[in-house]
């Protein structure tokens, strides 16, 4: 990804940084049941990790998990790291970087726990496995989470209706990240994923949620180049109307597929964590329900 193109993702979350925990329902449980499986590893880290670190909150969670460790913040955003450094206990406080996943300003084997939630769409992550490689100490843990190709199904289909670019970004398959984490070094690496669904009233609800977080931002080799990719009111129109047709029950869905994955930083370390105590599973959530 260019420097262009990191520039101008960092710029859309800056935007977006006050108000996306009010539409990030889905992006804090995902970081929950990730802070949850890191109970799983006997792991006692002096110095952790998190990347992407967004509004805090999984930097929060780690603070309460390790209370000796030192915690490391990592963002693309600067507006996201003034989040992150607005919550928590005044006595304790993350050390805040502002800095890319693809070149981490870390020293080699300078990090027992790598955590990252819901950041790697946005970056190459074969530059990104080899940087949580080299950053990782022997016996070093990588905790990360993703979204698969089934993420934002509905809306995808519904755009394929009505022109031929791109309005969702693409995702990768598990099994392309896990044979990448091998090819990058890391051991054991562990894959699962878990089939979200959350629901709404009505399509604009759905979209205006995607805005809030820059989830509707597209990747520059995924995004428009013509006219004909402009987003109209005719356009958009077309879109709901196609998107009601996966009306259920009184609401409308946006599924999410969510990839888990852990790997290790040396091939003699053994896990914990079984893939049989990760299986795959499927909900369906409602939007308001979570908010309360």
Request: with cysteine; charged share 25%.
């Amino acid at each position: 990804m260019s420097q262009t193109e990191k520039h101008r993702i960092q710029q859309h979350f800056d935007a977006k940084a006050m108000c996306y925990e009010s539409s990030a329902v889905l992006q804090r449980s995902v970081c929950e049941e990730l802070l949850q499986r890191l109970d799983l590893t006997s792991l006692k880290p002096s110095v952790v990790l998190d990347v992407g670190c967004g509004t805090g909150w999984g930097t929060q969670g780690l603070l309460k998990k390790y209370k000796k460790a030192k915690i490391l913040s990592l963002d693309l955003s600067p507006e996201m790291l003034k989040q992150t450094k607005s919550k928590g206990s005044w006595l304790r406080k993350p050390t805040l970087i502002c800095g890319d996943a693809e070149e981490i300003p870390l020293q080699d084997e300078s990090v027992d726990l790598v955590f990252s939630s819901l950041m790697l769409q946005w970056c190459d992550y074969k530059k990104v496995f080899a940087e949580f490689k080299r950053v990782l100490k022997p016996d070093g843990l990588l905790m990360f989470t993703t979204f698969g190709p089934d993420t934002l199904k509905e809306l995808r289909k519904s755009w394929a209706q009505v022109d031929d670019n791109a309005h969702v970004n693409d995702f990768t398959d598990m099994h392309d990240l896990g044979d990448e984490l091998i090819h990058a070094g890391l051991a054991e690496p562990v894959m699962d994923m878990d089939l979200l669904t959350l629901t709404y009233n009505d399509v604009v609800s759905v979209m205006a949620d995607l805005k809030a977080i820059g989830a509707n931002t597209i990747l520059k080799n995924q995004k428009k180049t013509n006219r004909q990719g402009l987003v109209t009111p005719g356009k958009l129109k077309r879109v709901i109307s196609h998107y009601e047709n996966y009306r259920k029950e009184g609401v409308v869905p946006a599924s999410y597929e969510v990839v888990y994955g852990h790997a290790w930083k040396t091939t003699q370390r053994a896990t914990k964590i079984s893939q049989d105590s990760m299986s795959g599973s499927e909900f369906t959530i409602a939007v308001d329900q979570i908010k309360k």
